[in-house]
């Protein structure tokens, strides 16, 4: 068996029991908490990797004002929005939730680029996805269904942001000679400083009061869901392509809605079944319907 498609299937794993593990960890300690701690946990691995590689130099520095900007929009304000939103919404939805990144970047790169105009494929792609959003927001019934909007709004702020981030490194680092290990350590490298300079630290031990949560955040989101992944993300692309590395964003809202329900106890609903079967056939004919000579970076995912 092709070792990338193990890869693969583990990386959909991780990222959509990421969730489950910012759900547990917001019990205990607030989300900026939870951010510091994710990419502190992950940053060290990723740095050993990279150092190992040796795909650091200090030369790389001279971008420095590039890395800040990643680092802010793919990595601070995507994860801090994520981690809110978790704590706000039940595992499963935020999962699923989440499936809509790519019609988040796709928008975002068509508005601020304008290289690529969508097809009618496309278009119906990006309705339907967003139809699948509304479906589990429910904003004209929101009391009933019990979903909370501003959970909800965080999922989309952290969307929004990551695609974002994708059309900030198509505009200016993607003629940079850089391997994507690089890009992806001083990225989280200046998250990190910036995290630690605005996260208030006062009850962040609290996480040790539950094993479970600390476990989640330090292995589950830390090493696994930002190290790890990043790693095998890159693995795939090398093996597989981008191409298919980008289709691995149809696994992780499949796993976060299983966690939930298996582990988590939440309840799903026929019309959130509805919901992600929207979203993620959305994602299909909008990758689907790209044309082969101007791929979308905004496809990809980082964490």
Known sequence: MNPAYVAFALLGMIWGSNFLFMKWASMWITPAQIVFLRVLSGFVPLLFYALATRALTWKQLRHAHHFIVMSLLAT?????????????????VAGMLS????????????????????????????????????????PWNSAASGVNLAGVACMAVGSLSVGCSFVYARRFLSKLDMSPV??????IGFALLTIACVTPFHGITHIANDARAAIGILLGLGL????????????????????AASSVTYIPP??????????????????????????????????SGRSPQKP????????
């Open 224 to 243: 696994l869901g930002t190290g790890v992944a990043y790693i095998l993300y890159y693995f795939i692309v090398k093996r597989l392509g981008a191409l």
């Open 296 to 303: 979308v970076a905004a496809a990809r995912r980082p964490a």
């Open 182 to 187: 690089a890009l992806s350590t001083w990225q």
């Open 99 to 138: 499936g809509a990144i790519p019609l988040f970047s796709f928008v975002c790169a068509w508005a601020l680029l304008r290289e690529e105009w969508p097809g009618a494929r496309m278009i119906v792609g990006v309705i339907c996805g967003f139809a699948g959003v509304l479906m589990i927001a429910r």
């Open 254 to 287: 499949v796993v976060a809605l299983g966690v939930g329900v298996l582990f988590a106890h939440e309840a799903i609903r026929p019309l959130d079944l509805l919901a992600m079967a929207c979203i993620l056939g959305g994602v299909f004919l909008l990758q």
């Open 76 to 92: 601070t304000l995507y994860y801090y929005a994520f981690a809110k939103g978790a704590s706000l919404l039940p595992s499963s």
